[in-house]
């Protein structure tokens, strides 16, 4: 078994948000393959089961706010006997232009606090990870208010297909492992 987790913030409020593209990309996952997401009661977190490819893959979403994601990808870890290297976290990132897409096999967590959480439980960089550019950040623009923020204009029009060919990244990651998958998406952009 193999984990995609999304990351984002829980509750109506955040729903459409930039912060919230991770869970939008496992979304898109489960509704590709016919899953509803369920409550888990033995940890904060909702998931979903489906198969991609010759892989069963349980997808999550962390019902902890965004600082608090590494209890939940911990946990689910735990719980299915997955390692690092089988877990792909989806995940925003102001510091790429809005729709590029960056594959990673491991990295540090930058300045995305929710990316700091994981690092901390797993005490391990050395997982799989699709960045989805939200940015930039307009200048002089609190960078809380931009990533609670909604997506505006062109970005909501380009919104589906950014979010689309991130769920096309994890299937890929999942099926031809990390280094091809870099290759073929790293490069390319939602324009």
Do not use: C
């Amino acid at each position: 078994m193999k984990l995609v987790v999304g990351l984002g913030n829980p509750g109506k409020e955040y729903e459409a948000t930039r912060h919230n593209i991770g869970f939008m990309v496992v979304e898109e996952l489960a509704r590709r393959h016919g899953a509803a997401f369920r409550k888990l009661f033995w940890q904060p977190a909702r998931h979903a089961r489906v198969r991609i490819g010759a892989e069963e893959v349980g997808l999550v979403e962390p019902t902890t706010y965004m600082n608090r994601s590494g209890r939940a990808v911990w946990g689910a870890m735990r719980k299915w006997k997955v390692d690092p290297a089988g877990t792909v976290v989806v995940y925003d990132d102001v510091d790429l232009e809005f729709g590029a897409i960056r594959v990673r096999a491991q990295g540090s967590a930058g300045s995305h606090n929710g990316m700091k959480s994981v690092l901390e439980w797993l005490q391990t960089g050395a997982f799989p990870r699709v960045r989805v550019g939200i940015g930039p950040k307009p200048a002089g623009e609190d960078m809380v208010g931009f990533v609670l923020g909604g997506f505006a204009g062109e970005e909501l029009l380009k919104l589906e297909k950014v979010v689309g060919r991130a769920a096309d990244a994890v299937e890929s990651t999942l099926s031809i492992g990390t280094e091809r998958t870099m290759n073929a998406f790293n490069q390319s952009m939602i324009g």
